[in-house]
């Protein structure tokens, strides 16, 4: 179910008045709960994407609304022309398709981990397929994964249920940012459980803009990227 940015939606609402006389329309952003990026605490949006992306349209004076929701459902609104942009994702073939991604506005440190010792899950291991393995569904991770004809077969659709695959043993590995994991086992109190992890690698993230809404905005892109790079805040912080 959606959730609507209630810090966003008060900026909306102070904005949107000024703006409807210079006939600038509502720009429409969904995202996904992913700690530290974006994500809902104590009824209160917050993270460090939240906080550019806050920058960038108050540095363009240019009103939006933004939802939460999952990756599949926000990313299928994209394509069907529900949604302007999303965030934050990775630049993709199959993506570039259907939008193009801002400058990036954080980056993934993705690592394996699993609940006993390490496994040699790398695709040049001839024996990979045989280990069971999950990362959150629809996200950048499990598009990967799928990709590489690992054995996915979880769809967990947030990364405490992802986390919670890997403690009850129903896969062997997860894939998941190493920001996101620890604030799992912080929730989950098993900062005491040993858990080892190996490191997969970075991924850059941006803000998905469907190609309908730059057809109609030509110079919105780079003027949103213009904005957002002033706008740089910690990748590892708390609002």
């Known amino acids: 179910m959606l959730k609507l940015l209630a810090q966003i939606t008060l900026f909306i609402g102070i ?6 006389v210079l ?17 809902i605490e104590n009824d209160r949006v917050k993270g460090s994407v939240i906080r550019q992306i806050k ?31 999303i965030f934050a994702v990775a630049e993709s073939a199959v993506r570039s398709e259907f939008g193009e991604v801002s400058v990036p506005v954080a980056a993934k440190h993705l690592y394996w981990y699993f609940a006993g010792n390490k496994i040699n899950i790398k695709t040049t291991n001839p024996l990979y397929q045989r280990y069971k393995v999950a990362a959150e569904f629809g996200s950048d991770e499990w598009l990967a994964l799928k990709r590489a004809s690992y054995n996915v077969k979880m769809k967990p659709r ?44 970075t991924i850059d993230l941006g803000v998905l ?31």
């Open 15 to 20: 904005s949107c008045a000024a703006f409807s």
């Open 23 to 39: 006939g600038k329309d509502l720009i429409r952003l969904a995202t996904h709960e992913a700690y530290p990026y974006h994500y």
């Open 55 to 85: 920058c960038a349209f108050n540095r363009l004076e240019t009103p939006y609304r933004a939802e939460f929701s999952d990756w599949v459902d926000v990313e299928l609104r994209l394509r069907t022309g529900k949604l302007d942009a």
């Open 158 to 201: 947030s990364a405490s249920a992802l986390v919670k695959l890997l403690i009850s043993h129903e896969v062997d590995a997860i894939l998941l940012d190493e920001h996101e994991f620890e604030h799992e086992i912080s929730q989950l109190r098993l900062q005491d459980t040993a858990f080892s992890r190996t490191e997969y690698g």
């Open 209 to 239: 803009f469907s190609k309908a809404f730059l057809n109609d905005r030509p110079t919105f892109l780079d003027a949103f990227n213009t904005a957002v790079s002033n706008c740089i805040v910690p990748n590892n912080g708390k609002q």
